[in-house]
């Protein structure tokens, strides 16, 4: 089976695409070709992934009157009929969202190729959005984007795929948490918050976690795991109180989170598509707080949906400050059972599976069954 993967941009959209890939090669049922553009992520990752990568002109849709609006059109179908030959061999050409999944997805479609769409988050992109009329099936992670495609699209619940190490937390609890608590100089005996905000991290939810914890500076019970991005380290480690008997860990990035989520009692992060897809799978409680300039907000409705399932708790970024950061973490940790419920409800929406299903996906529409 021939199957071209096309997208990018960002890495919300490369490493779920790698970690379905990934299924297909080591099953030996997917020959795998990746295309995206050479400005993107991807132009790095899939390369160091091992999977053989097209490079293609593509550009984000400019929304207001400019010279890029009037020069998009041109630029889409230019990259398309330059994916044709690579597209008119594949079995299925899968499109995980974003404008650098465009080009091959036309090309699919004005060849005949079926088509698979990923969209990762509650609403759905532009790209998507676009693109569903052409696409035999359209996989989704939030059950909530259904409503937001065309009447007639054809969906699938599939989740979002994760890192094999991730989706293995809640097997391997035990051991990676003994790993974690050596590695990462933590103490078994305390609770544990994992505040991070991507990793590129997010000053403002660092600044608030600095405040949040001289406030909290009395609770010897409890320890805090800070991912602050390599850009913040030095200023917000700097810039922790020293003393109190609260316990405070900071590191610029974690390669392993498996580790950080395998020790975890509460979760502070933002709510972009992956991280919700890595903490449902590791059926953790979570107080999000959406990035406010997401587009269309997306990062909010991811959050509102595990809100509504009560699997997480959301703190708005407009509402963050020291003082309800310190007030939601308290009134979260401090009842166990309030926790207990969130991380049963957060592992009844997660699908740690999600590359696996996906995978099949693609296999049907390849072999040209109904999805």
Known sequence: MRVVVAGGGTAGHVFPALAFARRLIESGDGEVTFVGTGSGVEAKLVPAAG??????????LVRRASWGLLRFPYVLLRAARRCRGLVED????VGMGGYASAPAVLAASRTGRPVVLHEQNAVPGLANRFLARRAAAVALSFAEAERRFPR????VVTGNPIRDAIAAVPVERERLAKEAYEELELDPERRTVVVFGGSQGALHIDRAAVGACHILRGRGDLQVLLLTGPAHHDVISGSLSPGGALAVRTLPFLDRM?????????????????TVAEVTACGLPSLLIPYP???????????RALQRAGAASVLLDEHLTPEELADRTISMVDHEERLAAMAERARALGRPDAADRVAGLVATVAGGGTP
């Not at 007639?152 to 969906?155: C, E, I, K, L, M």
């Not at 498996?258 to 992956?274: H, I, K, P, Q």
């Open 152 to 155: 007639r699209t054809r969906v």
């Open 51 to 60: 999977i053989p990568f097209v490079e293609v002109e593509a550009s984000p």
């Open 90 to 93: 594949a079995d299925v050409v």
């Open 258 to 274: 498996e580790l950080a989520y395998a020790v975890a009692d509460l979760v502070v992060c933002r709510s972009g598509a992956t």
């Open 293 to 303: 300039h997401a587009t269309a907000r997306h990062q909010e409705a991811n959050a």
